[in-house]
């Protein structure tokens, strides 16, 4: 039972390099979202998607973008990292039972922009 | 938009009883749920309030209710295991179901 996966589970980024996070699920949730957590702070949305082909902004979607090919994965980029994007990023994908609030979360990428 | 409110820390001993609030601003949803997340970890789904009233489920409880916007999640027989941090999430079908969480509650549970 694999759920939500994510790679990289780390990485150092200079500023100015690029980089993309896979999300993948096994569970065939049409739902997907990527979020940022910085210290002691809540969950932040970027992107999510609502179904194969369609992507949304979140609350914070500058500097990121997103892609949403397969229905099983959600890809996030970011083109030009800066520090500021130093975070641990979290993929999540839900169902349609519990009002979409069910949400299945992978483990994490933590990532540092020096 | 949608605003969630909690508290940002609460702290209590093992064996007490807690209760973590959860207010909002948001024009409808279809519930209200609650994570929960140790350092380092992901946040994993704890309960779901779709109606007004008390769910429960073993230790943990979680009450809806929408004429006071107002929730929360309450905690007993309180275990060391228990301390982390937990948070509240809406799914408002206006915005797109945009799955929102609130700014988390940190748990400290003392001997």
């Known amino acids: 039972n694999a759920g939500v996966t994510q790679t990289p589970k780390f990485r150092v980024l200079k500023t100015g390099q690029s980089m993309t996070l896979l999300c993948a699920q096994d569970?065939?949730?049409?739902?997907m979202y990527w979020y940022r957590q910085d210290p002691g702070m809540g969950l932040r949305l970027i992107h999510y998607?609502?179904?194969?082909?369609?992507?949304a902004k979140g609350e914070v979607p500058d500097g990121y973008n997103v892609s949403r090919l397969k229905k099983q994965n959600f890809l996030l980029g970011l083109e030009s990292a800066a520090p500021s994007q130093t975070s641990v990023y979290f993929c999540?994908?839900?169902?349609?039972?519990?009002?979409?609030?069910?949400?299945?979360f992978g483990q994490g990428t933590r990532l540092t922009v020096v | 938009g949608q605003s969630l409110e909690q508290p940002s820390e609460v702290t209590a001993v093992e064996g007490a009883i807690v209760q973590i609030n959860c207010t909002y601003q948001?024009?409808?949803?279809?519930?209200l749920s609650w994570y929960q997340q140790h350092d380092g970890g992901a946040p994993t789904f704890l309960s779901y309030?779709?109606?007004?009233g008390l769910e429960e489920t073993g230790r943990f409880s979680s009450f809806l209710s929408r004429s006071d916007s107002y929730g929360y999640l309450l905690l007993q027989e309180l275990q060391m295991k228990d301390s982390a941090s937990y948070f509240c999430?809406?799914?408002?079908?206006?915005?797109?179901?945009?799955?929102?969480f609130g700014g988390g509650t940190r748990l400290m549970v003392k001997p």
């Open positions: 569970m065939n949730h049409e739902y």
């Open positions: 948001t024009s409808g949803f279809y519930g």
């Open positions: 999430a809406v799914s408002p079908p206006g915005a797109g179901n945009m799955l929102t």
């Open positions: 309030n779709g109606l007004d």
């Open positions: 999540a994908s839900s169902y349609p039972g519990r009002g979409h609030t069910e949400a299945f």
């Open positions: 998607s609502v179904g194969e082909g369609t992507t």
